[in-house]
């Protein structure tokens, strides 16, 4: 322990000694009855909580709180955290030094105990002006693979890995949009455990593992995100994948009114994927049951219900594989498929061309590393002579599609404000001088970031969004990631 922390519980400023620190420790455990243990650099409380019969809870139950006053130890955050539920193991992220790490994971008895927590706990000011972030932790048992031949098929790439990694319950595999007889070049293995997923990224990451004579890509698989049960329960939207490029909304529309005529509000399609919007939910349950599986254009289907998001902050840090820190903010829905490969899907796309003009929305990305060889031969070339698709970040889509419509570069503004705790704050406004002069003269993001590239990200992404709303070129039914810290 350290000899001297800082008790800022309801908010004084008082030092601790390490004695006090123990004996606040020693109170606790013997008011509630748990055991506490420090090993390889965590400290659980619990695990099993006294007089707990059974297994551990299921998955779910788990939250992740980050943002922890380095000073701030279980005598504080364990009362707290009781608020949602009774706590089946409080573990305590620690340095060498004594202080804590800044983050927890709390295990909860039940996984509506769980939700409370995210709900009552996320953002909550732990001590003048320290909010905590609270989010879902889950083990991911799933991996990335890139890079591997389009033409291999679900089985072949399921055995081969089964050869090469202990542990390999399922392979993942989507067909290319445009070609359904290929797969898209990457793959998601699902493992049996964490431990058997970590271990094979081990054994793969080095970069130099090859599968069928080619180098592959290994990371972790973005974790699909947990929707709780009763928003699920008001879903009233279809998500269908596996679609023919060639397939219309109309299309889609007619097929899935077929059970029942005028079901079907609305289809927005994005690529070889759509979003069908039912008037009632008992009626997108029933067209899910009866449409899945189905053959559309000579494509068979897949029909899910769509996962609405929260549109509060989720806050998530990348740990191990683990659910990480971001905030997002994605509009109306959220589906299995989002902007970067290692999620589980695709990334969504948009029409390339629109009432004359080139869409600022990225079509599919393939992100890879190639070996570069000694002697290979290299051209210079503009960034304006290439595709879309070999662009990631906001930034440069903008910079690109104000180029391809012969629009002057966008201007980038920086202002700056100061937070209640000091920080300095950065926004940045944009204006594009092609159309300054219409409804719109700047776009400005209404949130402010940390670090410069962040900001200056954030702002182009806003501006890309509200480009596409202004010339009226996709519904609402379009989402975007808007990152900030």
């Known amino acids: 322990m350290n000899e001297e922390n800082i008790d800022g519980t309801n908010g004084c400023s008082k030092v601790r000694t390490g004695t006090q ?13 748990y055991n506490m243990v420090q090993e390889n650099g965590q400290r659980k409380f619990g695990g099993p909580p006294p007089g707990w019969e059974g297994p551990p809870p299921p998955r779910g139950c788990e939250v992740f709180v980050g943002k922890i006053p ?11 955290f009781e608020r949602a539920g009774k706590i089946y193991e409080f573990r305590l992220m620690m340095e060498f030094s004594g202080e ?18 995210i709900r009552i706990l996320n953002n909550y000011e732990i001590r003048p002006g320290k909010f905590i972030g609270v989010c879902v932790s889950l083990d991911n048992c799933r991996l990335f693979i890139g890079a591997i031949p389009k033409e291999k098929k679900k089985e072949e ?52 593992f090859q599968l069928w004579g080619h ?14 049960e009763e928003t699920m329960q008001r879903v009233k939207v279809l998500y269908v994948r596996n679609l023919m490029i060639s397939t219309t909304e109309e299309t889609i529309k007619a097929e899935f009114n077929k059970f029942k005529p005028g079901a079907v509000e609305r289809v927005k399609k994005l690529r070889d994927y759509a979003f069908v919007h039912f008037f009632n939910r008992e009626d997108a349950v029933a067209a899910m049951s009866v449409m899945n599986g189905k053959c559309i254009d000579g494509a068979s289907i897949e029909v899910t219900l769509a996962k609405p998001v929260n549109k509060e902050n989720t806050w998530r840090p990348h740990l191990n594989g683990q659910i990480s820190p971001n905030s997002e903010n994605l509009i109306v829905f ?18 390339a ?38 662009f990631n970040s906001a930034v440069m889509h903008l910079d690109y599609y104000c180029n391809k419509n012969n629009w002057a570069p966008p201007e980038y503004y920086l202002y700056s404000t100061t937070s209640q705790d000091g920080k300095v704050l950065l926004v940045y406004k944009i204006v594009i001088p092609a159309i300054a002069n219409g ?7 209404d949130k402010l970031c940390t670090t410069l590239e962040d900001a200056k990200e954030l702002a182009a992404q806003f501006t890309l969004l509200h480009l596409d709303r202004e010339h009226n070129l996709f519904s609402l039914d379009l989402y975007r990631r808007i990152w900030r810290k």
């Open 21 to 33: 620190n123990e004996a606040a420790l020693l109170a606790l455990m013997e008011k509630t009855g």
């Open 353 to 390: 061309r629109l009432n004359g003009q080139h869409s600022p929305s990225p079509p599919e990305i393939e992100r890879c590393t190639y070996p570069f060889f000694p002697g290979t031969k290299l051209t210079p070339i503009s960034m304006y002579s290439l595709k879309s698709n070999h």
């Open 157 to 208: 790439i399921l055995d081969e890995m089964k050869k090469v990694t202990e542990g390999v319950v399922d392979v993942i595999v989507y067909p290319s949009a445009t070609d359904k007889t290929k797969n898209r070049g990457f793959a998601f293995v699902e493992y049996e455990s964490h431990r058997a997923a970590a271990m094979a990224r081990r054994k793969l990451i080095p970069g130099t």
């Open 70 to 80: 380095r000073d701030m130890y279980e005598d504080e955050l364990v009362p707290v």
């Open 100 to 117: 804590n790490r800044g983050y927890a994971f709390v295990m909860y008895t039940t996984k509506e105990e769980a939700q409370l927590a």
């Open 439 to 445: 409804s719109q003269s700047y776009f400005m993001p």
């Open 334 to 351: 959220a589906n299995k498929e989002e902007s970067h490969p290692k999620t589980l899907g695709k990334p969504p796309t948009l029409p």
């Open 215 to 228: 180098t592959i890509q290994v990371d972790w698989a973005d974790p699909e995100k947990e929707v709780d």
